[in-house]
């Protein structure tokens, strides 16, 4: 995938000078008002549209002047609010700190290559202060990095102050695997929970701007939340930790830790004393055991389900695009998966492939025009048929579908993108990556120019095969379970 840095360009009033050249704590008390007004902006956009993202201002901190090397003055400020720290990296940019990394490796970073080692944070991530679970210290035992598999499934857990496989399978779908997402150097891959997939898609900004990418896989463990032990769900990425509560009211059920708390405490409360140089200590002793981890009731499945990058559109208009072969040609077949289809199809089922089922087949395979556009990250492509642009992002192979509103008074021209060799979509698909931030960063910025091609189609129960643009392979998409697989003939 391809992803953005967090930077917001706003206009603003200038730095807490004085606070800033002296680099030193303020005062724990809670904030009155924001440190600065790019912080106040950046909090107004996001929390009306989702609550609790930073978390209420009397939470927050007051400024506070930090020491960074390239900084102006060697110290920049910044402000903590439960969920995470607001860090001004310039007069009208505000970045997010990488506080789940620091806390893990107990290494506060003072300069883009400057390091003050501490001891990792033995504070545990989530549920009620004060109780045994897993620690940030805890999560330097996960590995970063997971290979990406046909069928994997969340059953790493935490308990007896250790993690293990469990051989109890969840049976919750908001569980399933259903996303990979990995960083561009590939040094951390991870699988994502549908419960987890779907709240980040659904958020006003990029995912990965506001977590980071995930650097330990899905873990259950039991927690107390609000003085009931419950079975809780967490994932840590660099900058925050997600977890997921089955039976919280609707809409809690997936949220933020607090770990903007949790960092300053560690860092200004009774801080650690810096290690001296050489290896780190061993991770803290094991902690008492909780009940074993449970196998979750079934939860009802949405209907439908949502497409992994939601977006509400207004029904469609007609969409004139590029230059397409002639309309639909019927072609017969016998019935069920048509023979230019099958090979392709026993390939799929041969390796497990999670767009597979697609159910009956619903009719014969025909010819249909194809509308067709590679990205960085994966393909868009749109069908005269259904009048859909589909988004195929390779990480997870992950599928999303949108009504086509796109409305031509005027041809749109080839758009260059902002590196050599690259473009901007236009037209149809121009429209939805416009609209959509989610399918920006997912697909990245286009490889070509969007082109048509003649394609066969068979559509049924859960989805459909089509051929893909060389004519060599064959596309599954499973518009039910939202995942996309190909195959050659």
Same mark, same amino acid.
């Given at each position: 995938?391809?992803?953005?840095?967090?930077?917001?360009?706003?206009?603003?009033?200038?730095?807490?000078?004085?606070?800033?050249?002296?680099?030193?704590?303020?005062?724990?008390?809670?904030?009155?008002?924001?440190?600065?007004?790019?912080?106040?902006?950046?909090?107004?956009?996001?929390?009306?549209?989702?609550?609790?993202?930073?978390?209420?201002?009397?939470?927050?901190?007051?400024?506070?002047?930090?020491?960074?090397?390239?900084?102006?003055?060697?110290?920049?400020?910044?402000?903590?609010?439960?969920?995470?720290?607001?860090?001004?990296?310039?007069?009208?940019?505000?970045?997010?700190?990488?506080?789940?990394?620091?806390?893990?490796?107990?290494?506060?970073?003072?300069?883009?290559?400057?390091?003050?080692?501490?001891?990792?944070?033995?504070?545990?991530?989530?549920?009620?202060?004060?109780?045994?679970?897993?620690?940030?210290?805890?999560?330097?035992?996960?590995?970063?990095?997971?290979?990406?598999?046909?069928?994997?499934?969340?059953?790493?857990?935490?308990?007896?102050?250790?993690?293990?496989?469990?051989?109890?399978?969840?049976?919750?779908?908001?569980?399933?695997?259903?996303?990979?997402?990995?960083?561009?150097?590939?040094?951390?891959?991870?699988?994502?929970?549908?419960?987890?997939?779907?709240?980040?898609?659904?958020?006003?900004?990029?995912?990965?701007?506001?977590?980071?990418?995930?650097?330990?896989?899905?873990?259950?463990?039991?927690?107390?939340?609000?003085?009931?032990?419950?079975?809780?769900?967490?994932?840590?990425?660099?900058?925050?930790?997600?977890?997921?509560?089955?039976?919280?009211?609707?809409?809690?059920?997936?949220?933020?830790?607090?770990?903007?708390?949790?960092?300053?405490?560690?860092?200004? /409360?009774?801080? @650690? %004393? &810096?290690? !001296?140089?050489?290896?780190? $200590?061993? #991770?803290? +002793? =094991?902690? *008492?055991?909780?009940?074993?981890?449970?196998?979750?009731?079934?939860?009802?499945?949405?209907?439908?389900?949502?497409?992994?990058?939601? /977006?509400?559109? @207004? %029904? &469609?208009? !007609?969409?004139?695009?590029? $230059?397409? #072969?002639? +309309? =639909?040609? *019927?072609?017969?077949?016998?019935?069920?998966?048509?023979?230019?289809?099958?090979?392709?199809?026993?390939?799929?089922?041969?390796?497990?492939?999670?767009?597979?089922?697609?159910?009956?087949?619903?009719?014969?395979?025909?010819?249909?025009?194809?509308?067709?556009?590679?990205?960085?990250?994966?393909?868009?492509?749109?069908?005269?048929?259904?009048?859909?642009?589909?988004?195929?992002?390779?990480?997870?192979?992950?599928?999303?579908?949108?009504?086509?509103?796109?409305?031509?008074?005027?041809?749109?021209?080839?758009?260059?993108?902002?590196?050599?060799?690259?473009?901007?979509?236009?037209?149809?698909?121009?429209?939805?990556?416009?609209?959509?931030?989610?399918?920006?960063?997912?697909?990245?910025?286009?490889?070509?120019?969007?082109?048509?091609?003649?394609?066969?189609?068979?559509?049924?129960?859960?989805?459909?095969?089509?051929?893909?643009?060389?004519?060599?392979?064959?596309?599954?998409?499973?518009?039910?379970?939202?995942?996309?697989?190909?195959?050659?003939?």
């Amino acid at each position: 995938m391809h992803h953005r840095r967090f930077w917001r360009h706003l206009h603003a009033a200038g730095l807490l000078a004085a606070l800033l050249a002296a680099c030193i704590p303020a005062p724990t008390h809670a904030a009155t008002d924001f440190a600065a007004n790019v912080f106040r902006f950046q909090w107004d956009s996001v929390e009306t549209a989702t609550p609790n993202f930073w978390g209420p201002l009397a939470n927050a901190t007051a400024g506070i002047g930090e020491p960074y090397a390239e900084s102006p003055g060697g110290g920049r400020l910044v402000q903590y609010f439960d969920k995470a720290r607001m860090e001004q990296a310039g007069p009208n940019t505000v970045t997010n700190g990488l506080l789940t990394v620091e806390l893990r490796s107990g290494r506060v970073q003072t300069g883009n290559d400057r390091f003050e080692q501490r001891a990792p944070a033995n504070i545990v991530v989530a549920g009620d202060p004060g109780q045994a679970g897993p620690t940030y210290a805890n999560l330097a035992l996960l590995p970063e990095r997971v290979a990406q598999t046909t069928g994997a499934v969340l059953t790493t857990t935490y308990s007896d102050g250790a993690f293990v496989q469990s051989p109890v399978v969840p049976t919750d779908p908001q569980l399933a695997l259903t996303q990979y997402l990995t960083d561009p150097g590939g040094r951390f891959g991870q699988y994502i929970p549908r419960a987890f997939a779907d709240y980040l898609n659904a958020l006003p900004l990029p995912a990965t701007a506001v977590l980071g990418y995930p650097i330990t896989p899905a873990f259950g463990t039991r927690l107390f939340v609000g003085g009931v032990p419950r079975p809780v769900f967490i994932q840590a990425f660099e900058r925050r930790v997600l977890t997921y509560t089955p039976g919280n009211p609707r809409g809690f059920e997936v949220e933020f830790g607090n770990i903007g708390r949790h960092y300053y405490g560690w860092r200004y /409360t009774n801080p @650690p %004393a &810096p290690l !001296p140089p050489g290896p780190l $200590p061993p #991770p803290p +002793a =094991p902690l *008492p055991p909780f009940s074993p981890f449970p196998v979750l009731p079934p939860a009802p499945l949405p209907t439908p389900l949502p497409t992994p990058l939601p /977006t509400p559109l @207004p %029904a &469609p208009m !007609p969409r004139p695009s590029v $230059p397409l #072969p002639p +309309a =639909p040609v *019927p072609v017969p077949v016998a019935g069920g998966v048509d023979g230019a289809f099958a090979p392709a199809v026993g390939a799929l089922t041969g390796r497990g492939s999670a767009a597979l089922p697609l159910g009956n087949a619903t009719g014969t395979a025909f010819a249909v025009p194809i509308s067709y556009q590679p990205f960085e990250g994966g393909f868009m492509l749109y069908l005269n048929t259904t009048d859909r642009v589909y988004v195929l992002n390779r990480a997870g192979q992950q599928l999303a579908s949108y009504a086509d509103t796109f409305n031509e008074n005027g041809q749109e021209g080839v758009a260059p993108g902002p590196r050599p060799n690259t473009f901007l979509p236009v037209r149809g698909f121009g429209k939805v990556y416009r609209e959509n931030p989610g399918v920006q960063t997912a697909l990245g910025l286009a490889l070509a120019p969007e082109r048509g091609y003649q394609a066969r189609v068979q559509t049924f129960e859960r989805g459909l095969l089509l051929d893909d643009v060389s004519g060599t392979s064959v596309f599954a998409f499973n518009t039910a379970t939202n995942v996309w697989d190909i195959a050659s003939r």
